[in-house]
Structure formats: C-alpha cells, structure tokens
C-alpha cells in the first residue's frame, strides 16, 4: 500500500516534546514537516533549539503567526497547558478544517471533570465535545477520521493502560510512580535544577496530580485511584507500581489472561507477565512496559514508559497515523 506524503505543522515546537516529535516526523516514511513554530527562536534552524537535529534537516522555525495552515494536513500543538485551547481556536478562526493533535491537557478531560481539576475556566469549553482522547489502546476506533485529538497525559497514559484491563474487578489502586526531570519542561525551574534534583526524590500533589482525572475518565468511577507522584533523580522515564485491591481474588493465569485479552495486537503495549518491569528498557522507546506480580487477592502491577515518547511525542505520531489512515506503526519501529 502507498501513501501521499501528509503535510505536518508543529506550533510551538522548541520544546522537549517539540524536539522529539520533529525528531520521529523527520524520519517518517509517509509525513513532511511544513513547519515548525517558535515564538522565541523565529528564523532561526530547529537545531537552535534542539541540538541533536544539526545535520538532519535545514527547517527553520516560524513564527506562529506567521503559519500558513493551508494545505496541511495535520498540526500538533505542544503549547503549554492552558494555551492549547487557544491554539485551537486560532487555527480554526484562521480556517483550519484538518486533524489537529493537542499535545496541552485543555482537551483531554469532560467539562465537568475540567472544572473540578484546573482552576481558571476553559477559554473555549465548545471545543472540549468535538476532542477524542488519543489512548489507542483503550479508544482505537474513535480516532481514524477524528479532527481533534488530546493526546494523553504521560502519567495518565503509564497508570491509565497498567489499570484499564482491571476495569470493574478492582477497588482501590494505590499508585507511586517517579518521573524525571525533562517531565517539568524545557523552563528551568527550582525543582528541576541539577543540584537539587540530583540524588533526590521529592513527592509533589499527592492526590491532587492533574493527570488522575484522566485516569479515573478511562477506569470508571467503580475503581478508586489514590496517586502519590514523585521527582525522580533521572533525565526521562516513569516508573511506577500501582497496589491494586481486587474485589475478588483472582488466580495469576487469570491476571495474565486479562492483560493478553487487553493488548492484543496493541503495538506499543509489551507485557511482562515475569514480573515488574523496569525503566531503562523503555527510554528511547515508544513502548509502555507492563507487569504484575499477583498473590490471589493481592495485586501489584508495575509501569514503565518513556515521557517525551510514549507520554507524549511517539503517542502524537500514534494518534496522527491512526487519524490519517496511515499504518500506526509507521515512523516508529522498522
């Protein structure tokens, strides 16, 4: 099967998540990037911004009002959260009919569930019902043809698939999970400076982490998820275990059967039935490591995926392939 080449616009793309996903787009088979946007680095080569791009591509950044979205196919927004909306918006008040992929959190949540989670009131909540939420995985035949994509948060996608198979057989799931650094962004900040992260871990909004609503979205409200998430002193990756109380006991084969019923044929799901899987496997991937280790009605499953791919820019290009009819797997794996 052949391919027309799909026109690609990031906006707003120097940063960690931007770098990857011009990164991944570049090699793409069946994708040309029409242009990257910076407000910060205008006209100036993407490898202003993202290093290990010299070499590879003579892309320049463009202003983001400068973007002609005419005859693009696609844009991925890697605004920050609260300015997703906006980009949007803009794009459509500019003309755009095609498939945008929202990288921010603004369309990732039901209005009710936004409101109880950010806040400041969404500047444009009659977006919210036309967005799918991109966990192919679990929404597969929601996203071909879709127009609005929001791709998942990273921690939402690492506890979201580890729980999704133990929909309705579990009560509580009791999640720690340590993220690192470059989950914070590109902007320096107190807590994401070397020094003080180095050698640390630190535990931040124990129960309040924006990404558990997504989670909760995905479960169902019959399962309750108490997360705890943690700084780690790492670069990329998260690692997590979740401790998991089962309603009914239930035997390992029949735990393993679950997962292998869930993500079967789930190209970027890899099980370790074994045991808990751990993170190094999964940096520089866009695979989701899953494992577990079950004692009747005791259960512990353990996560690992890399944040800037599988928490963000490898699901994008997951979510554009699915949304344009290309193959899912296509400038991913060989």
């Known amino acids: 099967m052949t ?24 090699r793409h088979p069946h994708v ?11 006209g100036e080569p993407l490898a202003k911004a993202h290093a290990r791009l010299r070499g590879t591509t ?49 369309h990732r ?12 009131p969404h500047p444009h909540p009659e977006q919210i019902a036309d967005a799918v939420y991109g966990l192919a995985e679990v929404n597969r035949d929601a996203i071909p043809g879709a127009t609005l994509v929001a791709n998942p948060g990273c921690f939402a996608t690492a506890m979201a698939l580890a729980l999704w198979p133990l929909a309705g057989r579990a009560g509580t799931a009791h999640i720690t999970a340590f993220t690192g650094a470059s989950g914070s962004g590109a902007r320096p900040s107190p807590t994401t400076h070397f020094p003080t992260r180095d050698g640390n871990a630190r535990a931040y909004r124990p129960f309040a982490h924006r990404h ?6 995905v479960v169902g409200d019959a399962m309750q998820i108490q997360f705890v998430p943690v700084s780690a002193p790492w670069t990329r990756g998260i690692w997590g275990t979740a ?50 280790v079950s004692d009747g009605d005791a259960l512990v499953v353990g996560f690992a995926l890399d944040n800037l791919l599988k928490g963000a820019a490898s699901q994008a290009v997951q979510n554009l392939n699915l949304a344009l009819g290309l193959p899912e797997t296509a400038g991913l794996l060989p």
């Open 3 to 26: 391919h027309d080449l799909k026109c690609i616009a990031i906006l707003h793309g120097a940063g960690y998540a931007g770098g990857e996903l011009a990164a991944l787009l570049l």
């Open 32 to 42: 040309e990037i029409a242009a990257v946007t910076s407000r910060s680095h205008a």
């Open 58 to 106: 003579d892309l320049t950044f463009t202003a983001p009002e400068a973007l002609d979205p005419s005859g693009v196919d696609a844009v991925v927004v890697c605004a920050e959260h609260g300015k997703g909306a906006a980009a949007v918006h803009a794009l459509r008040e500019a003309g755009f009919e095609g498939l945008i992929v929202d990288l921010s959190a603004d």
């Open 109 to 120: 949540l039901a209005q009710e569930a936004y409101d109880a989670t950010y806040p400041a």
């Open 212 to 217: 558990q609503p997504e989670v909760e979205q």
């Open 243 to 292: 401790h998991v109380a089962l309603d009914a006991p239930l035997a390992p084969d029949a735990v393993a059967t679950l997962y292998q019923e869930a993500y079967s044929g789930a190209r970027f799901v890899r099980l370790s039935p074994e045991g808990l899987p751990e993170l190094l496997p999964v940096v520089g991937t866009p695979f989701c490591d899953i494992g577990w």
